[in-house]
């Protein structure tokens, strides 16, 4: 080789050493570095049976590095649900869904395809006899939001009035407020006691459900309000002066009648009401109830049983209402299923409609990984 080709090859190997050292090069390496431990503390734990909890994780991290740098990355999900799925988020529920649900059940190829829902207000938690029971909603009472009115004869407070508006509503209230009905068991109610009574050690009477009621604390009120129907006095209005008696005198009850009883709870309203008191709805709506079986049952109760292996899962019925009625219009199998793990001492119920309403983070985290649970076998 001759001294000028030495010097080109000594020259070219100096080159290329001293780009390797250069700033933007040592950045690059450190950039490696950094993405590789973001890697390393992604958990991309495969197990073996596709419950790898972060390998989409991953996969977006890096497509997002990509993409940074001009390229079009395009992530394949090969575990996505055997269907389409349909997320509506809706408003006005508890008004009744007027303005939210049913406004879009009138759009119905909105749904086209959809045969079974999830919704609120089941899945969650409820402590029984030391052992933890999670509550899938497959029933719901019916609205019968009412308002009463009677009619008198004005006149002075200081004279005798036997027509009077306002005695002649509160009476009729108060039967109402204080009437004890009978115990109905729809199916959803009774498999929830029966299962409570397991927990529990002690036998199920059909008769007598207050006795298994009586030992579920809290979740007594929720679950007791579902053997029977209700109905509520929330408001009273009538007069505008303390020496007036005034002509006529309004009052609001808040209804609920269980699945298959309608018939019979506005025959007991009627009676009780008597001849001089009218009815008129604010709000009607129907009751609710399905089976606990088949294949999104079957879904729900596996990714519970998933994240907890020692659980119990059991139907029951809300005492309230959802936006599930809508929906069901539309020939829909409707659940409630919004997955929390409670603690045994929270009054979860009990914060319906209360100051504070809240739940636990953790509970919360727990029912994340529930429904992505779900969504992946359903």
Request: with cysteine; aromatic share 6%.
């Amino acid at each position: 080789m001759t001294e000028e080709a030495e010097a080109h090859k000594a020259r070219d190997t100096r080159d290329t050493h001293d780009a390797r050292d250069t700033p933007v090069t040592a950045a690059a390496e450190a950039e490696v570095a950094d993405i590789c431990r973001d890697l390393i503390r992604i958990d991309t734990t495969n197990p073996g049976d596709h419950s790898g909890p972060g390998e989409r994780a991953a996969a977006e991290y890096v497509a997002g590095l990509l993409g940074e740098v001009g390229l079009e990355p395009t992530v394949l999900e090969s575990r996505k649900p055997a269907r389409d799925v349909v997320l509506a988020f809706t408003a006005d529920e508890e008004a009744g869904g007027t303005w939210g649900a049913a406004f879009l059940t009138r759009h119905p190829d909105l749904f086209e395809g959809v045969t079974e829902a999830i919704g609120e207000v089941g899945g969650f938690s409820v402590s029984v006899g030391g052992r933890r029971m999670y509550t899938i909603q497959t029933a719901e009472k019916g609205l019968a939001w009412m308002r009463l009115s009677a009619a008198g004869t004005a006149g002075h407070g200081s004279m005798i009035h036997p027509d009077n508006a306002v005695t002649a509503l509160t009476e009729a209230v108060a039967r109402i407020g204080r009437h004890e009905w009978p115990v109905r068991l729809p199916d959803s109610a009774r498999a929830f006691l029966e299962a409570a009574s397991a927990a529990l050690g002690v036998e199920f009477d059909p008769e007598d459900p207050g006795t298994v009621i009586g030992q579920l604390g809290s979740m007594g009120r929720l679950i007791g309000a579902t053997v029977q129907n209700t109905a509520n006095p929330t408001g009273l209005k009538a007069g505008y002066k303390v020496n007036v008696i005034p002509q006529s005198a309004t009052a609001e009850i808040d209804g609920r009648f269980l699945p298959g009883h309608e018939e019979e709870f506005f025959k007991e309203i009627d009676r009780l009401l008597g001849s001089a008191v009218k009815r008129e709805f604010i709000h009607h709506d129907i009751a609710l109830e399905t089976t606990a079986d088949g294949a999104l049952y079957d879904s729900m109760t596996a990714a519970l049983l998933a994240e907890d292996p020692q659980a119990t899962v059991v139907p029951y019925c809300l005492s309230a209402g959802t936006d599930a009625k809508w929906f069901s219009k539309l020939g829909i199998r409707c659940f409630g299923f919004s997955p929390l793990k409670l603690t045994p001492d929270l009054d979860f119920s009990g914060m319906f409609h209360g100051i504070d309403e809240r739940v636990p983070v953790d509970g919360l985290r727990f029912g994340v990984r529930v429904l992505d649970r779900f969504l992946d076998i359903c």
